[in-house]
């Protein structure tokens, strides 16, 4: 395979690749992490920094990468520069589209973080409950976090550490997929905050306001819309067809979990066991799209 990755393969199709090393310990750094969160959760019998430690490694991840391309782009200034009386390009670190999408993913990740963290932390997590006390079964769900943390986000890593370095001109999909990753952003904060003061407001029954009232799971929507935008806006940065395509790994993966895995099935199941009786409920149901 050679040194050369663009994502998997050297070759023309890989031009504009990323080191397939450098992407290797991005993975590593990723497992490490999670090996370690479980031995700790593991020992205390704990599910409550499970969350946390995701957006931690999220964070550790992206800003590896970034630094990365910010070296690479300083690097390729430098050379062009040299001989030259004007070194102002020296200077020059990350491109606006690989500081777009940095930006992206911690936002993200904070957010969600800050999010699941203190309500993981304040009640627990009943999906771990048995788990927990199995290191052995519980050490897939941390597994599962590491491919979450490096699959999902997968299209940033591939911008960040492609080789050459990222100055593709920024295209008018770029700025419509920025929007469209704000309003997938804005959809999702909405959502969980909606539910969060429904549920401490001390409703018990099903929500059905503000966005709840137009999608059963618009948090859901907004999830995958904007790994959707993210992984347009990185494509346009790649020369590689590989990777791009490698790239929409990210919402497929995104979209597979939510809605067929441990998302929407898990949910519409403990709704139904729940209020599949209650008339109201089942015409919410009927008459509501799933995700828009």
């Not at 700025?175 to 909606?194: C, K, P, S, V, Y």
């Not at 791009?244 to 979209?255: H, R, W």
Request: charge should be positive; charged fraction near 15%.
């Amino acid at each position: 395979f050679g040194t050369s990755y663009g994502p998997f393969f050297s070759g023309a199709a890989m031009e504009g690749s990323c080191s397939l090393s450098t992407l290797a310990k991005i993975a590593r750094t990723d497992f490490v992490i999670q090996l370690a969160a479980w031995a700790v959760a593991s020992v205390l019998r704990t599910e409550r920094f499970y969350d946390a430690t995701g957006s931690f490694t999220y964070w550790w991840l992206i800003l590896k990468a970034y630094f990365i391309a910010a070296g690479r782009r300083r690097d390729v200034a430098a050379i062009e520069s040299k001989g030259a009386d004007d070194k102002s390009s020296q200077g020059s670190g990350a491109s606006v589209r690989q500081c777009v999408v940095t930006g992206m993913v911690l936002a993200w990740s904070l957010r969600l973080g800050l999010f699941l963290g203190h309500r993981g932390w304040k009640y627990g997590d009943s999906r771990f409950e048995k788990m927990k006390h199995k290191p052995a079964t519980f050490l897939i769900a941390w597994l599962v976090q590491g491919m979450w943390c490096l699959i999902t986000p997968l299209p940033a890593y591939l911008l960040l550490l492609r080789s050459p370095a990222d100055t593709a001109p920024l295209q008018v999909s770029d700025f419509a997929a920025w929007g469209g990753w704000l309003f997938g952003f804005l959809t999702e904060a909405i959502a969980d905050w909606q539910k969060s003061s429904w549920k401490a407001a001390g409703n018990t029954g099903f929500i059905h306001t503000g966005l709840w009232r137009y999608s059963q799971h618009p948090n859901y929507f907004g999830e995958i819309l904007l790994w959707f935008c993210l992984t347009i806006t990185s494509c346009n940065g790649q020369e590689g067809w590989l990777a791009k395509v490698a790239s929409f790994a990210s919402p497929a993966f995104t979209s597979y979990l939510l809605l067929f895995v441990s998302g929407v099935p898990m949910l519409q199941k403990a709704a139904l066991k729940k209020y599949g009786k209650d008339p109201a409920f089942l015409a919410y149901r009927a008459r509501t799209s799933l995700l828009l």
